[in-house]
């Protein structure tokens, strides 16, 4: 299954992967990312995606200026 793990306490709040794909993530009310439809698992957020989803994100995680992105295969 593919998933994407985001370590949401790090995060900057710059928007890079909003711009990456924002069919995935939006900016939630505290001024950080939030990756639609995650749930919580003790330090980060986790959901699954699709292929589709996969390569985009993958830019994202590349890009995320702090590296709290990791998309697993
Ligand atoms: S690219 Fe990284 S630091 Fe920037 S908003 Fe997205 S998750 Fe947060």
């Not at 709040?13 to 505290?30: A, K, M, Q, R, S």
């Not at 003790?42 to 699954?48: E, I, T």
């Not at 989803?53 to 994202?60: D, F, I, L, P, T």
Request: charged fraction near 35%.
């Amino acid at each position: 299954m593919l998933k994407i793990i985001h370590y949401r306490n790090k995060c900057i709040g710059c928007g890079v992967c909003i711009e990456h794909t924002p069919d995935c993530w939006f900016i939630d009310l505290d001024g950080k990312a939030r990756l639609k439809g995650s749930m919580k698992k003790k330090d980060f957020y986790v959901r699954d995606v699709t292929q589709v989803e996969v390569a985009e994100n993958e830019q994202a995680a590349k890009d995320c200026p702090v590296k709290i992105i990791k998309v697993l295969k």
